[in-house]
């Protein structure tokens, strides 16, 4: 029987089943020995122990397509990241560092900001100018209002996508609406082994519809520029991709350099000041980070 991982708490692994329910597996020893860890998102194979009480063993993991180490999930298709128009103030910052990450793992990104409702027209029409060279889609939602939702479900179809973002943005309550059952999913999860409500929170994969999965990821309050040469960091700004080979050195960093295509397409107006800034700051933290 195949299925998809959906959550993990101690060693018991929960695989739903399209027509058949959520399945408590215990992972096989070969696992251990073989250096491996289920992932919720893995896809699975596992053997019925007992149908009644849905219970099983974690045979085999399927081959993944990718590997998010933060989040710790499998087989992402896209993230959903959420911030809010305001209460709290978007920290542009923290989400650039968010999208350079999932940039680096090859995983598109699709930006909500919610609380559309708390802010004026102008506000939502200058976060879209501020990523509209991004490379990420823009969309605005109101949980409140239930507004944005119809266009956020079509892109969650047919798609497993993480959705991520700090805490107070109104995460939860976007979720609870595109998925009524998620509360039924883990209140069934917590009933199967009290264990499920004495856990810190992991990340847990909510099905939607056939095909279609959200992971929900715990809330996120700062990130740090991660293990690579500062060399790097540019190739994860698709903003800055048009002026590649446009600038007078072969190499350019982007920052400091004479007759730089981005700092010219800055100046014109084409690329966003306030990305490119977060960009300067990411950059000089990789610079003066202390090699071992």
């Keep these: 029987m195949q299925g998809k991982i959906i959550k993990g708490i101690a060693g018991f692994y929960y695989v739903q089943v399209a027509e058949s329910g959520i399945y408590e597996c215990k992972a096989k020893g070969i696992f251990r020995k073989e250096g491996q860890k ?7 194979e596992i053997s019925v122990v007992n149908e009644e009480k849905k219970v099983g063993n974690l045979d085999r993991i399927l ?14 298709d896209q993230a959903l990241v959420i911030f809010a128009a305001s209460r709290p103030k978007p920290n542009l910052n ?15 990104s699709v930006l909500c900001f919610n609380k559309q409702d ?15 060279h991004s490379g990420c889609q823009v969309l605005f ?24 973002g700090p805490s107070g943005v109104g995460k939860s309550s976007l979720v609870n609406l595109l998925v009524p059952e998620a509360k039924m999913e883990t209140g069934e999860i917590s ?30 309050s700062s990130l ?19 002026y590649e080979g446009k600038c007078r050195f072969l190499g350019c960093t982007h920052t400091h350099e004479p007759e730089c295509a981005v700092k010219e397409a800055l100046e014109a107006g084409e690329i966003s000041r306030e990305r490119y800034e977060n960009y300067l700051e990411m950059y000089g933290e990789l610079k003066e980070k202390r090699r071992y």
């Excluded at 200058?126 to 509209?132: A, C, D, F, N, S």
């Excluded at 740090?224 to 048009?242: G, N, R």
Aim: charged letters at 35%; proline letters at 5%.
């Design 191 to 220: 009933q199967k082994i009290d264990r499920g409500r004495h856990t810190t929170r992991h990340s847990e994969i909510l099905y939607v519809e056939k095909d279609t999965y959200l992971c929900d990821t715990p809330g996120f």
């Design 224 to 242: 740090a520029v991660w293990d690579m040469e500062k060399e790097e960091l540019k190739d994860y700004f698709p903003e800055f991709f048009p």
């Design 141 to 164: 939602a109101s949980a409140l209002e239930q507004e944005g939702l119809e266009q956020i479900r079509e892109i969650l179809r047919g798609k497993t996508t993480a959705v991520a």
């Design 94 to 108: 923290l989400l650039d560092r968010f999208l350079v990450a999932m940039e680096r793992q090859s995983v598109s």
């Design 63 to 76: 081959p993944r397509k990718n590997q998010l180490i933060r989040p710790a999930v499998a087989n992402i």
């Design 38 to 44: 289920p992932l919720v998102g893995d896809e699975v």
């Design 118 to 132: 708390t802010v004026e027209e102008e506000e939502l029409k200058k976060l879209g100018r501020i990523y509209e």
